[in-house]
């Protein structure tokens, strides 16, 4: 199975600051990586696929990049209600595996 | 309108079959590249993919999970049914079922929809 790394697992921010969060896949898995955003108690909410594109209705200040092995989640401008758990998840091959998570919390 | 909801158990004691459904609406599971598959998240911890099963009755499996697990599916329904056999204590998750819609320029395809979860508890 193709392992998933994200990084940080944790972060302290402030409304208004650019955030960055990475994903990295054991392999090489083309543009087959989707960002999910989670609040609790809620179910996962994707937010881009294929590596960059941004699923509709989504905001512009989310954006991704990266292919091959190493991927971004970008949040340009964090606003209140982006405190969340963003999770990236791999579609290239079976098994589908998700990343352990990143939690946004308000510094 | 889109919409799948999770029904089944919220308490199994273990060693017993979980059985849970999927309902959904707003779309069609006959329909050339739709697929419907499970997640579950233990409490406090990550996403973790069960099995999908896609319009052409194509299944996957977590090789991990795999003799546990049968995925089904009734068009007519429009159900998607999971069962998970000898469940264990360190089975208590939450439990997604989710919507993959493969596009004509795309092999493969991330979950779009989601229902909200059902919380299974195992315990005797």
């Known amino acids: 199975a193709i392992r998933i790394t994200q990084s940080p697992s944790s972060l302290s921010a402030s409304t208004g600051d650019r955030v960055t969060i990475t994903c990295r896949a054991s392999q090489g898995i083309s543009s087959y990586l989707a960002w999910y955003q989670q609040k609790p108690g809620k179910a996962p909410k994707l937010l881009i696929y294929a590596a960059s594109t941004l699923q509709s209705g989504v905001p512009s200040r989310f954006s991704g990049s990266g292919s091959g092995t190493d991927f971004t989640l970008t949040i340009s401008c964090l606003q209140s209600e982006d405190f969340a758990t963003y999770y990236c998840q791999q579609y290239y091959s079976y098994p589908w595996t998700f990343g352990q998570g990143t939690k946004v919390e308000i510094k | ?124």
């Open chain 2, 1 to 124: 309108q889109i919409t799948l909801k999770e029904s089944g158990p919220t308490l199994v004691k273990p060693t017993q079959t979980l059985t849970l459904t999927c309902t959904f609406s707003g779309f069609s599971l006959s329909t050339s590249g739709v697929g419907v598959g499970w997640i579950r998240q233990p409490p406090g911890k990550a996403l973790e993919w069960l099995a999908l099963i896609y319009w052409d009755d194509d299944k996957r499996y977590s090789p991990s999970l795999k003799s546990r697990l049968t995925i089904t599916k009734d068009t007519s329904k429009n159900q998607v049914v999971l069962t998970m056999t000898n469940m264990d204590p360190v089975d208590t998750a939450t439990y997604y079922c989710a919507r993959s819609d493969i596009v004509a320029t795309t092999p493969t395809a991330p979950f779009d929809y989601w229902g909200q979860g059902t919380l299974v508890t195992v315990s005797s």
